[in-house]
C-alpha cells in the first residue's frame, strides 16, 4: 500500500504551504510517518518525521521554519512550511517505517513511497 503526498504547488519565497499524506489501507496513527525532499540531481534528504508518541524530529535546514503533525481521525500526516525558500524547492514524498528513533532519518528504513508533491518556490 502506497502513501499519498499532495499539497504541493508555486509559492514565493517567504510564502508557506501544507503538504498532505493520506493513506488506505494503513493506519498512520501505528507508524513513524517521514517526510522526505530530493532536488533534481541531489539524493533524496530526510526532512521530517513524526513517531506514534507525537514526538517530532527535523533536518537543520527546516527547523524553526516546517512543522509536522498527524490527525489520527483523518488518517493523515501533515507538514506546515512556513518561510519558505529556494532551496525548498523539491518533490516531497512521505513514507512509513517501524523505526523508533535509531535510523530515523535514514530513506532506507521507510517504505510506502508514493508519487510524492512537487513543491516550487520563486526568488
Known amino acids: 500500500v502506497q502513501l499519498q503526498a499532495s499539497g504541493g504547488g508555486l509559492v514565493q519565497t517567504g510564502g508557506s504551504l501544507r503538504l498532505s499524506c493520506a493513506a488506505s489501507?494503513?493506519?498512520?496513527?501505528?507508524?513513524?510517518v517521514g517526510w522526505f525532499r530530493q532536488s533534481p540531481g541531489k539524493e533524496r534528504e530526510f526532512v521530517s518525521a513524526?513517531?506514534?508518541?507525537?514526538?517530532?524530529y527535523y533536518a537543520d535546514s527546516v527547523t524553526g521554519r516546517f512543522t509536522i503533525s498527524r490527525d489520527n481521525a483523518k488518517n493523515t500526516v501533515y507538514l506546515q512550511m512556513n518561510n519558505l525558500k529556494p532551496e525548498d524547492t523539491a518533490v516531497y514524498y512521505c513514507?512509513?517505517?517501524?523505526?523508533?528513533?535509531?535510523?530515523?532519518?535514514?530513506?532506507?528504513?521507510?517504505?510506502?513511497w508514493g508519487q510524492g508533491t512537487l513543491v516550487t518556490v520563486s526568488s
Open positions: 513514507a512509513v517505517s517501524n523505526v523508533v528513533l535509531s535510523g530515523i532519518r535514514g530513506s532506507g528504513n521507510y517504505d510506502g
Open positions: 489501507g494503513r493506519t498512520l496513527s501505528t507508524y513513524t
Open positions: 513524526i513517531r506514534r508518541t507525537g514526538h517530532s
